[in-house]
T-cell receptor
Framework: GAGVSQSPSNKVTEKGKDVELRCDPI?????LYWYRQSLGQGLEFLIY????????KSGLPSDRFSAERTGGSVSTLTIQRTQQEDSAVYLC?????????????FGPGTRLLVL | SQKIEQNSEALNIQEGKTATLTCNYT??????LQWYRQDPGRGPVFLLL?????KEKRKERLKVTFDTTLKQSLFHITASQPADSATYLC??????????FGSGTRLQVQP
């Protein structure tokens, strides 16, 4: 079946511009996560959505970052006034729900480069 | 906060040998520990999960151990193949739903 998809696959932007990154989770998965991965680093948690509950935003690095999830499916991560340190790979993952057994299913990521 | 340590140096082994990767965590024992594989330019792929009350978990050529006394997990690939070459990430639960990941260890299996 279809996995997690993300768009765009690559994004180059100028410092100060806003960007939107999109994630389409696996159909039926109620949990959705955003992480970012800098070169040679581990994944850094950003935000987590579970069903209709309020999202866990505790990983967002600044108020320039925000995310929403519409209809319990597609999610958009928005970075306002981008900075060079925002350059990274942004990964989205989904999972079936509250059971950890199956781990998280990741998309291919969006590579963001801020010039 | 939880910190995950994985050997940042690449591990090079010969085909057919057993690869052993180490994951150490610094603070509280997580309820779960997971291992993922990541290939260049791709997202991580879930491999195995082990719970704190489990000492060992196996899946085909993979074996994971979990030692809460040593605060360590070992990940073994037996009869390694060049196709096993990738970066392997360790991740633990944080008490919330999100995971804390290590930076990964790159494995290179030589034919």
């Amino acid at each position: 079946g279809a996995g997690v998809s993300q768009s765009p696959s690559n994004k180059v932007t100028e410092k100060g511009k806003d960007v939107e990154l999109r994630c389409d989770p696996i159909s039926g998965h109620t949990a959705l996560y955003w992480y970012r991965q800098s070169l040679g680093q581990g994944l850094e948690f950003l935000i987590y959505f579970q069903g209709n509950s309020a999202p866990d935003k505790s990983g967002l690095p600044s108020d320039r970052f925000s995310a929403e999830r519409t209809g319990g499916s597609v999610s958009t991560l928005t970075i306002q006034r981008t900075q060079q340190e925002d350059s990274a790979v942004y990964l989205c993952a989904s999972s079936p729900g509250t059971d950890y057994k199956e781990g998280q299913y990741f998309g291919p990521g969006t590579r963001l480069l801020v010039l | 906060s939880q910190k995950i340590e994985q050997n940042s140096e690449a591990l090079n082994i010969q085909e057919g040998k057993t690869a052993t990767l180490t994951c150490n965590y610094t603070n509280y024992s997580p309820a779960y520990l997971q291992w993922y594989r990541q290939d260049p330019g791709r997202g991580p792929v879930f491999l195995l999960l082990i719970r704190e009350n489990e000492k060992e978990k196996r899946k085909e050529r993979l074996k994971v151990t979990f030692d809460t006394t040593l605060k360590q997990s070992l990940f073994h690939i037996t009869a390694s193949q060049p196709a096993d070459s990738a970066t392997y990430l360790c991740a633990v639960d944080t008490g919330r739903r999100a995971l804390t990941f290590g930076s990964g260890t790159r494995l290179q299996v030589q034919p």
